[in-house]
């Protein structure tokens, strides 16, 4: 009852904050797969960029310049930058193809519901479309730029051990896990949850923040986009 109620405080404290007070807005969930202890996943949004990390400045990070639909994964132990860039997709649906968004409760812009491939229930999320709109803007366009990777990957993957719900969700169709808009609560078919804990809109900029180190070396990921399942 705390954790709905709290839900419902943040959602009419947070709509439409970030927009009018400009800045950055930050977003705090804690993650955590199957079997194992939970972790706390930051994202900083600006108009222009969007930054991964677990929490501090000073940590490894993603950063996915929006302008230029380009994803850098900085390493500072390897003093290394992998880049990733947004492709076409070669990769086509399977012939047995079927999607349904089954919606279990909609109340106060808030939608819970079943994202489902082929029968199978890959993801229950709860989602608002009203709170930091922003947020899932730049994640959808995150999943979009890292599509082409995702795709190789899946290809690389045994037959035997492919998911219809992992070629949905990061090859496929990402924006769908978005467009039902910022993610309050959810868990996906794996075990992985994710659960809302802290947000901050209109927060003042700290540029570098979304830099890349100059003196690290720089590898641009090049792999086959991946043809047909």
């Known amino acids: 009852m705390k954790y709905k109620l709290f839900i419902v405080m943040v959602l009419g404290f947070a709509t439409g904050s970030a927009r009018a007070a400009g ?11 199957a079997d194992t202890g939970g972790y706390v ?24 310049d929006r302008r230029e639909k380009r994803a850098y994964n900085v390493n500072h132990a390897r003093h290394e930058v992998l880049v990733f860039e ?12 079927d999607t349904d968004d089954d919606v279990l409760s909609d109340r ?13 229930v890959c993801t229950r999320i709860l989602a608002s479309a009203r709170f930091l709109p922003e947020v899932a803007q730049a ?42 808009g910022t993610t309050l609560d959810e868990v996906h078919y794996s075990g ?20 890349l180190p100059e003196q690290y070396r720089q590898i641009n990921i090049k792999k086959p986009l991946g043809v047909q399942p």
């Open 41 to 64: 996943t930051r994202y900083l949004v600006t108009d222009r960029f969007l930054r991964m990390d677990y929490g501090r400045d000073r940590e490894d990070f993603v950063l996915l």
């Open 139 to 180: 994640l959808a366009e995150f999943s979009e730029v890292m599509a082409a990777t995702h795709a190789a990957t899946y290809m690389a993957t045994p037959v035997e051990q492919r998911e219809d719900c992992d070629l949905a969700r990061l090859v496929l169709e990402p924006r769908r896990w978005f467009k039902y």
């Open 86 to 97: 947004m492709a076409p997709l070669t990769i086509e649906k399977p012939k047995e193809w």
């Open 192 to 211: 992985f949850s994710r659960r809302l804990l802290n947000y901050q809109a209109g927060v003042a900029v700290r540029p570098k923040v979304f830099e």
């Open 23 to 33: 800045g950055m807005t930050e977003v705090t969930y804690m993650d955590q797969e």
């Open 108 to 120: 106060d812009s808030q939608k819970r519901l079943n994202l489902i491939v082929n029968g199978k």
